[in-house]
């Protein structure tokens, strides 16, 4: 028998700076080549001047994956049901298996009779990489296929809409809302502090995961629960308010973009609301009623009123975890 090819692991591209701000999102804030980040660290602010949008709002392998056994076996329990009903969670499920599957046998050494450990060191490098950029991928799907449409929708001059907006144009901008809310580090950060262990018990054995893997775990929940809110707000006949800036001041934006409240006398008839900058001259306000309706509805209004703008920035504001962007300083 002739030994087998090598993978050649530079033909992988890899990403090691991952954004948990969309940077297409991010890049409408750029003018004139410039956007304008202010950091909040420590109660001191700094301001500061960026020619591109690459390195804002990322870390390195941000959405890396530790999958192994016992953390595919958590992601099963708790969501093994809802793949039953749902295919696109149990697609997800699949997808990790794979990952999980290939640690049993490359680093835990389940099933191998005759090791090749030059072979299985290659296919380990192939399996770390995976690891790394599977929910990355994943993310970078979502916007592949909402991205072109919002950027279009969100070229507005502030007088009127070079796209108007369509019953697509609502769900595209539902769907990158439920995935941008539960994305960032401040998410990840916050459910990590409510569940401050998690374990795990398979044949009489009780296994409490290490860090690495509760972040894999908290990471495939939080991808997994944007679907189900989508599938939530899709049904719940959410009334989606987009609002053209009329005014010379510019909607700002921050590291925790899309905002959600869960408060049921906030406004009359609705049980929550959401917030999401769009671009300096675009914001999207989502209200979801107390009663299911049959369809949502989008509404186009003016923001006229510079005091009213003010106040918007400064709800955004308030929920930002480190950066605030914006067109001027």
Sequence with gaps: MTDQPFFDLSSLKNKKRQHYVSRFYLDLWMTEEE?????????????????????IAVQNYFYNLEM????????????GQKAATSPVVKKILEDTFFLKAADD????????????KDMRQNAQEILRHLKKHQLEDAYEKIETAVSSEIK?????????????PTAETFRHLLIFYCFQLF???????????????????????KTTLSDSQKQAVLKCMLFINSY???????????????????????????????????????????????????????IMNLCIPDNPTSNG?????????????IKTNDLIRSQASEFIFSTTA
């Design 152 to 164: 279009e929708f969100s070229k507005s001059n502030g007088n009127h809409l070079l796209r108007p």
């Design 68 to 79: 192994d056994s016992e953390v595919w076996e958590t992601l099963s329990y708790m969501f």
């Design 35 to 55: 956007l304008h980040v202010t950091r909040l660290a420590d109660q001191a602010v700094q301001t500061f001047k960026k020619k591109d949008t690459q390195d």
């Design 297 to 309: 509805s989008l509404l186009l209004q003016n923001m006229e009123s510079i005091d009213e703008v």
């Design 228 to 282: 189900e809110l989508c599938e939530i707000l899709e049904k719940a006949g959410c009334v989606m308010r987009i609002s053209i800036n009329k005014t010379e001041q510019d909607f700002i934006t921050t590291d925790c973009p899309a905002m959600y409240f869960d408060k049921p006398d906030a406004v009359p008839g609705f049980k929550a609301y959401g917030i999401m900058p769009l671009s300096p001259r675009l």
């Design 183 to 205: 994305r960032t580090k401040q998410k990840i950060t916050q459910l990590g502090e409510h569940m401050t262990s998690l374990s795990i018990e398979s044949d009489n054995k």
């Design 105 to 116: 046998v490359l680093n835990r050494g389940v099933g191998i009779v005759n090791d090749n």
